[in-house]
């Protein structure tokens, strides 16, 4: 009864979520992104903030249908609130989200927020040509953690260690340790220039270091409590960009 309980619970995490839920994805993005950049800047006619919600909404739209078709198991897992796999061993690295995670929030919010008062009031103005780049360089960080999340359905925005959670060296993997990491820190910084607004990297950098320093807990948690990423560590020597870092 056990291995069938069990059996179930793998068959249901593989099953794709109905495609109703992928479809209010869009609705639910743009009303947030209107309801927070709009009254913000105090102009409804905002191009370039009509010009980031169309892109990321098609492109998350487009990313969590390919998602659900190809792994569904990853939604279910960045779903999650409740760490499940928290052992002895890895329990102190684990306890790093509770500062982590908000330093990271305050990144992605203030790259949010910033840019609809720095468009009002004229703080750091970005030529239009320059916002197009930072539009093309936040949805290319979008499509890398795609494929990373295509690539590992363990991929969970908790420090965790799911059970039955194998190592993932194909792919994206074999040439860089956190590809996730790499597409969320290239996305946050071309957020703000998406947006308009040179002084909203501040937060957006902030964020990335907030990502950057929690890859350090994210990889104590993995030596102790997953086999073979000490190993896997001395064969893809980079963490966020190859031959770099």
């Keep these: 009864m056990t291995n069938e309980t069990e059996q179930n619970k793998i068959d249901k995490s593989d099953k794709p979520l109905p495609l109703w839920g992928i479809a209010l994805i869009p609705v639910y993005i743009s009303a947030v992104f209107i309801i927070i950049l709009f009254p913000l800047a105090q102009d409804w006619?905002?191009?370039?903030?009509?010009?980031?919600?169309?892109?990321?909404?098609?492109?998350?739209?487009?990313?969590?249908?390919?998602?659900?078709?190809?792994?569904?198991?990853?939604?279910?897992n960045r779903m999650k609130v409740k760490k499940v796999g928290v052992t002895e061993k890895t329990k102190s690295s684990a306890r790093s989200d509770w500062f982590i995670m908000p330093l990271m929030s305050i990144g992605f919010i203030g790259a949010i927020v910033l840019p609809p008062f720095d468009y009002r009031y004229?703080?750091?103005?970005i030529p239009f040509i320059v916002e197009i780049v930072g539009l093309a360089i936040m949805n290319f960080g979008l499509i890398i953690m795609v494929i990373a999340m295509v690539q590992n359905a363990y991929a969970s925005k908790l420090l965790d260690i799911n059970k039955g959670q194998k190592l993932i060296d194909t792919g994206l993997y074999s040439h860089v340790r956190h590809p996730l990491y790499t597409g969320a820190i290239i996305m946050i910084v071309g957020l703000p220039i998406a947006l308009g607004s040179w002084i909203s990297l501040i937060p957006a950098i902030i964020g990335a270091l907030a990502i950057i320093i929690r890859i350090k807990f994210e990889e104590n948690m993995l030596i102790e409590g997953m086999d073979g990423y000490e190993e896997y560590r001395t064969r893809v020597k980079y963490k966020l960009i190859p031959k770099i870092y």
């Design 45 to 76: 006619g905002w191009f370039e903030g009509w010009l980031f919600i169309i892109s990321f909404v098609v492109n998350f739209t487009i990313s969590y249908y390919l998602i659900n078709k190809k792994n569904p198991r990853v939604i279910r």
């Design 122 to 125: 004229g703080w750091s103005p």
